[in-house]
């Protein structure tokens, strides 16, 4: 692994499924990130976590939860997926909370029907 | 609230200079990042700026002024490569990044 992935790189779900996007950085960054990116609006923050053990919420948080229960990685879950979370995903991450730059997985393009 | 404004998009000559401008309004101040989209990728970093003035980074040159809550991105001597969405985020007082919808660039032979 080089850097940060995601997976899957897309998928189709039916409303009201349960979806789990996985992270995964071999940076040792302590800081992880989930965007969504809609047409039109810039990324939103979902949920962060500075490190390892702790996450936070971010502008959008309902409908999604995580976990970092190491340092390598943060998945992002819906418990019951709706049409409106159709987006675009990135996980991010960066050596430190603040200050810093962010680097970026290659996104994850969901579509909930 | 808080607000980040870019043009939506800009058109700009193979060869030639575009300056992309960001203005903003935040609850706090610890820096301002660019960064760089192509269709269908993920952003990359190119500048950061936590200081007054202008940041030179080899084509690319970012400059801030806290006071007027505005930061532009200069690109030199443009490539057909340049073509992308330039995102400005800010860094606010709680270190999380509000983030700009982007300005998309083309490029014209």
Redesign the interface.
């Known amino acids: 692994i080089a850097g940060i992935t995601q997976a899957p790189t897309s998928q189709i779900l039916a409303a009201g499924r349960r979806m789990t996007l996985r992270c995964t950085q071999d940076m040792r960054h302590n800081a992880m990130y989930w965007y969504r990116q809609d047409l ?6 979902i949920h ?1 976590s500075n490190t390892a053990g702790t996450t936070g919420k ?2 959008v948080p309902d409908g999604y939860s995580v976990s970092r229960a190491n340092t390598d990685d943060f998945p992002l879950t819906l418990a019951s997926a709706v049409p409106s979370q159709t987006s675009v995903y ?1 996980c991010a991450s960066s050596d430190r ?3 810093d ?7 994850t393009r969901l579509t909930v029907l | 609230g808080q607000n ?1 404004d870019q043009p939506t998009e800009m058109t700009a000559t193979e060869g030639a200079i575009v300056q992309i401008n960001c203005t903003y309004q935040t609850s706090g101040f ?2 301002l ?1 660019w960064y760089q989209q192509h269709a269908g ?5 190119l500048s ?1 700026n ?1 200081l007054d003035g202008l940041e030179e980074k080899g084509r690319f040159s970012s400059f801030l002024s806290r006071s007027k809550g505005y930061s532009y991105l200069l690109l030199k001597e443009l490539q057909m490569k340049d073509s992308a969405s330039y ?1 400005c ?1 800010v ?1 606010d007082s709680n ?8 300005t998309k660039l083309i490029i014209k032979p």
């Open positions: 039109g609006l810039g990324l939103r923050l962060y971010g502008e990135f909370a603040g200050g730059e962010q680097f970026f997985g290659p996104g | 980040i610890n820096g990042f990728e993920a952003p990359t970093f950061y936590v995102l985020a860094e270190y999380q990044l509000i983030w700009g919808a982007g």
